[in-house]
């Protein structure tokens, strides 16, 4: 696994992901429509294009398998990342998020993450993230409400 900065051919293996459902189903909070490139482009060119946001595609064998960003929320630097599905339970997610806190030493440091969402929340447990509050907002991917974690790294 490595990480390196983003390229703009990347942005068709995230799309690729991003039409997984089932993947879709695990992050609970997606497009609203997954299948809209043009949102999708939209969404990507803005964070590419912002300057607080540190962004990092994650490699395994040569091969796109997610990325791994930090963006700034009410003032606070959260992480969030997306695994293709047929790179989970390789321990990809866990080194790639273990390189990048690595490299963006800011804290505190927030992630969000479904609360059913075990294999996330066992990730950022390990690295010492904590549930510091929860919420509960409309998940499109769902059609429903779902509870979110607010978890925080000191």
Known sequence: ???RPLQPEDLDQF??????????LMAAFTARNPADR??????WGSIANDPKV???????????????LVFEHEDIPEITFWIARRFWGKG???SAVDAFLAEYEARPLHAR?????????????RRGFK?????????????????EYVMELN
């Open 54 to 68: 540190v962004v990092r595609t994650i490699e395994s064998n040569g091969e796109v398998a997610g990325s791994i």
């Open 38 to 43: 043009g949102v999708f482009d939209h969404h």
């Open 15 to 24: 799309f690729e992901h991003q039409q997984d459902p089932e993947a879709n």
């Open 131 to 147: 549930v510091v509050d929860e919420t509960a907002e409309f998940s499109h991917a769902r059609a429903a409400v779902v509870k």
């Open 113 to 125: 993450v479904p609360e059913d969402n075990i294999g996330s929340i066992k990730v950022l447990e």
């Open 92 to 94: 990809i997610t866990t």
């Open 1 to 3: 696994m490595q990480l």
